[in-house]
């Protein structure tokens, strides 16, 4: 049985962090290597890609086999455990508890197909030893005594699904004959094949190896939509391991169990969790077989009673939809109640909030969200939550610095393991640059700056949680979340008697938080803890039992629901309400709402909360006062519109009215563009990339048509085929569409550059905004700041995004709202061009490779595949 400390709870490393914590002493050094296993719901981790996060040891760097090469992005850094273990302090300063580190084991280099490096340690070449790069056992095992003496915890990233690239099949494979098509690498570097047995049995041509059945002889994965070749065929030309295979299965949790026994780590989060199947997790955690005990046995018999494993299930819902949450669900639970993997990561959770937080969508989607985890998990504190990571895009390469905050905030308050990527502290924009001066994209200097502005901020959200349990172990209610746009995102935490309440802005004016029932009577105080803009006032629950308050432009604030008496309140009439409204969809330009107030009272009428753009009006000598809205700025019938009367003396509100609204779209322009020419500008002969997933004519553009209502605009645009091969989340893939928008009678102000394409608009076109979507980031930009290298300034919202795969088409919506509000679109114009785009556009050489473009006649090639226009958006189409 393994010692427990004596305070009831507390394992004796979070006791160790508890009087390091509470003591101010200096933190031990040195510790276990193991520790039973913490409260997970408590934890906050943080996430190194080892490579790009800090040299320890630099004589490990090169291996002289051409791996290393800090100047280029797929090639060694020289990131390493011992420059981990050197930054303990720095971690634990932000106020994470538990370090995530990419695999450590030995992997394949170089892969000679696509020219590529390692350096991430998902090409794994033998499970159970540390690739030279990143150090040696002894290295592992002195960063997890290091974190374990101070309170921390370590967990690996472990794959089940494949090793490295060491063999592939061309056209012509037929899995009945394994070795038809076959094609291995003999020039993989530094080998050739697995160092490992079983998975070096990788060589059909070898009677052996070929009813080993340890890999699954198949070639690469060509459409995700189908299972059998998300399970068994190969990802990216990763060899796929037979899973289903018995001798697979017992290799896995011997390989990992490895890694507890003698490394004493905590915890693993398992890659590429939806290609294997997800009995497979039961068997990995809970086989019986004496020989090989599944993971939770192990970890048992090291004193880890709950050692947390959670998977990565890549994919985003759609709005409302809980599709992949229902698939991430079925990796934890499976059908008959087993368990699966304790956990899975929040992805669904992660891309409503970039949605909301980002792109400018409705705080709506998010409430959704929300409620749907709660609602779907058995176990969603166990859930680690994210807003970026090494596969995805950095938050600030599309939101703001402000919108970064709030999706901070938001996952230090709701229930799930918070997940800090590196580097998010100190503002990185690009997906795995280095941290430590001599890595890949650093610009040339360390990052681990304390005193940095989101370093303290995120060191105070951390603080907040640790001293609010309610904020880890409690359940979300949600009270408002605004569906007509950016504003207000409400809801409440509750644990037991413990109760606070948590409140956002994501728009630029300030919203009105009307009748909220927090569950408390008249008078209840509700004490501030937190405030992103340092404004903390006392609130108090009204007459009426309800809350009513303002919340400033992109605020954040955390209250506690007081446990004192409540305050005696002065009795007060309220006479605002509002008459019913029309029911169904408004069709006109003008809504009438009508309503009382007291004889001669100023109101404001405050629509979707805006108290920026709120109406005053002032009722007659009866009460009675009348108001108009226009509608003509909304497009999307699906959105219920919300109008409240509002005595800002009194803070006083009125019962909401609400309407819908069917928008009459304007066809303004079509433009037709022939089949065939996405081979770059004119006279170029640009060809795709050479991997299988790039699947022609995705970048092909066939036409465009755009409408208009008001100053919304809406861009229905046909390419030559739409890709889903990676389930991306706006609905395609390897396309990145880029489009310039110069507004009316603006023509020679603006920018004329193409940011980071390598060129500027043709026909002397200047752009004001300027969009950037592909299947994992919707973002909008303002010329401000632009440059061949900047984007320009973050501002949103960004468009909706529809696909039609059949008809294969892509609209676009723009409410007047991305445009400034602008009242008419007569006489702009756009740019349209095609490109793929993976945290940067994609590389052009005059050679195709796998991920790059080739036929570039120079350095400075544009990055265009194809482009439509500039064509005005305003002028009505000729008959």
């Known amino acids: 049985m393994t010692p427990r400390s004596p305070l009831k709870g507390l394992s004796l490393a979070a006791l160790t962090w508890a009087c390091v914590a509470g003591s101010g002493a200096s933190a031990q050094t040195t510790g276990p290597l193991h520790v039973p296993s913490p409260d997970w719901r408590d934890q906050v981790i943080y996430f190194v890609m080892t490579d790009r996060f800090e040299e320890g040891d630099p004589s490990n760097n090169n291996q002289g086999k051409g791996e290393f090469d800090p100047a280029q992005r797929g090639r060694f850094s020289g990131g390493d455990l011992k420059g981990v273990e050197k930054r303990l302090d720095y971690i634990q300063g932000l106020g994470a508890t538990s370090v995530w580190v990419t695999p450590p084991v030995e992997n394949q280099w170089l892969d000679p197909a696509t020219g590529y490096g390692g350096y991430h340690g998902y090409w794994a070449s033998n499970l159970k030893a540390i690739d030279r790069h990143l150090g040696s056992l002894k290295d592992y095992q002195s960063l997890s005594r290091a974190l374990h003496g101070k309170g ?38 530094p080998m050739a094949a697995p160092t490992q047995y079983p998975f070096s049995l990788n060589d059909p041509r070898r009677k052996a190896d070929r009813e080993a059945g340890i890999y699954h002889w198949t070639p690469d994965i060509k459409n995700l939509s189908e299972r059998d070749q998300e399970l068994n065929y190969q990802l990216s030309g990763l060899d796929d391991l037979n899973t289903e295979n018995p001798v697979v299965k017992r290799a896995l949790r011997d390989s990992y169990a490895h890694w507890i026994k003698e490394a004493g780590v905590d915890g693993f989060r398992v890659d590429t969790i939806f290609y294997v199947p997800p009995e497979l997790m039961t068997d990995f955690m809970y086989s019986k077989d004496p020989k090989a005990p599944g993971i939770a046995e192990i970890a048992r018999r090291t004193g880890r009673e709950n050692f947390h494993v959670f998977g990565e299930g890549f994919g985003m819902d759609r709005r409302f939809e809980d599709k992949v949450a229902r698939r991430v669900n079925s990796y934890m639970v499976g059908p008959q109640g087993e368990a699966r993997s304790p956990g899975m990561i929040n992805f669904p959770l992660y891309g409503t909030a970039t949605d909301v937080f980002a792109r400018g969508r409705p705080p709506a989607e998010l409430a959704y969200r929300i409620e749907n985890m709660m609602a779907l998990h058995q176990r969603p504190h166990l859930m680690p939550t994210f807003l970026d990571n090494h596969d995805v895009d950095r938050f600030l390469s599309g939101g703001t610095e402000t919108g970064l905050r709030q999706n901070l905030l938001m996952l230090m308050t709701l229930p799930g393991i918070p997940v800090i990527y590196y580097g998010t502290e100190q503002g990185f924009t690009v997906q795995r640059a280095a941290m430590f001066a001599e890595g890949w ?21 951390t603080k907040l949680r640790r001293e609010n349990r309610v904020l880890s172990r409690g359940t979300p209610k949600v009270l408002a979340g605004e569906a007509a746009g950016a504003g207000a995102l409400v809801y409440l935490m509750q644990d037991g008697g413990e109760t606070l309440l948590v409140a956002m802005n994501t728009a630029d004016h300030p919203v009105l938080l009307d009748n909220l029932d927090i569950g408390q009577g008249a008078g209840t105080v509700l004490q501030p803890l937190f405030a992103m803009d340092g404004k903390k006032p006392l609130l108090v629950v009204g007459q ?6 303002e919340l400033g432009a992109h605020a954040g604030t955390v209250w506690r629901v007081s446990k004192a008496p ?20 408004i069709t006109e330009p003008i809504l009438m709402v009508p309503g009382q107030a007291s004889p001669g009272e100023t109101i404001k009428l405050v629509l979707d ?15 009675r006062w009348t108001a108009k809205i226009s509608t003509a700025a909304f497009v999307d019938e699906t959105i219920t519109h919300r109008v ?22 304007n066809l303004r322009n079509e433009i037709s563009d022939p089949a065939g020419d996405d081979t770059g500008p004119p006279g170029s002969s640009y060809s795709y990339p050479t991997d299988p997933s790039f699947a022609e004519p995705t970048m092909d553009l066939r036409g ?16 030559g085929a739409i890709s889903q091969v990676w389930s991306p989340q706006n609905g395609f893939d390897h396309l990145s569409l880029t489009g310039f928008i110069q507004l009316p009678g603006q023509s020679d102000t603006g920018a004329r550059v193409m940011p980071n394409q390598r060129g500027d608009l043709p026909d002397g076109m200047h752009w004001h905004y300027r969009f950037r979507a592909h299947g994992w980031t ?9 440059s061949a290298t900047q984007e320009g300034t973050k501002t949103g919202p960004a468009p909706s995004i529809s696909v039609d795969k059949e008809a294969k088409r892509i609209t676009l919506i723009f409410p007047s709202s991305s445009f400034g509000d602008q009242a008419d679109l007569t006489g702009a114009k756009l740019y349209l061009t095609t490109w793929d785009y993976d945290a940067a556009y994609r590389a052009l050489e005059p050679t195709a490779g796998a991920y790059i473009f080739g036929g570039a006649k120079s350095s400075s090639g544009p990055k265009i595949m194809d482009a439509i226009g500039p064509f005005s958006i305003g002028a009505a189409p000729s008959k």
């Open 609 to 623: 909360g805006n108290l920026g753009d709120a109406q005053s009006v002032q009722a007659d000598a009866s009460g």
């Open 152 to 189: 921390m915890y370590l967990i690996q990233d472990i794959v089940l699904n494949h090793t490295g690239n060491f063999f592939n099949y061309g056209s012509e494979s037929d899995p009945k004959d394994p070795t038809k098509g076959y094609v291995p690498y003999p020039n993989s570097v």
């Open 644 to 665: 409240t009367a509002y005595a800002a003396k009194t803070g006083q509100a009125s019962n909401a009215g609400t309407f819908s609204v069917r928008p009459a779209w």
């Open 544 to 549: 009426n039992q309800r809350l009513t308050t």
């Open 441 to 461: 994209g650093s610009g040339g200097r360390d990052h681990f700056d304390t005193t940095s502005p989101l370093y303290r901020y995120i060191a105070s959200l």
């Open 778 to 786: 919707n973002a909008l930009f303002s010329h401000v700041g632009a």
């Open 566 to 585: 409540p305050l005696s309140l002065k009795a007060t009439s309220n006479s605002l309400s509002l008459d019913p409204l029309p029911q169904g969809p």
């Open 704 to 719: 465009v048509r755009a409408s208009t209502a008001g100053g919304a605009l809406k861009l229905e645009i046909h390419v």
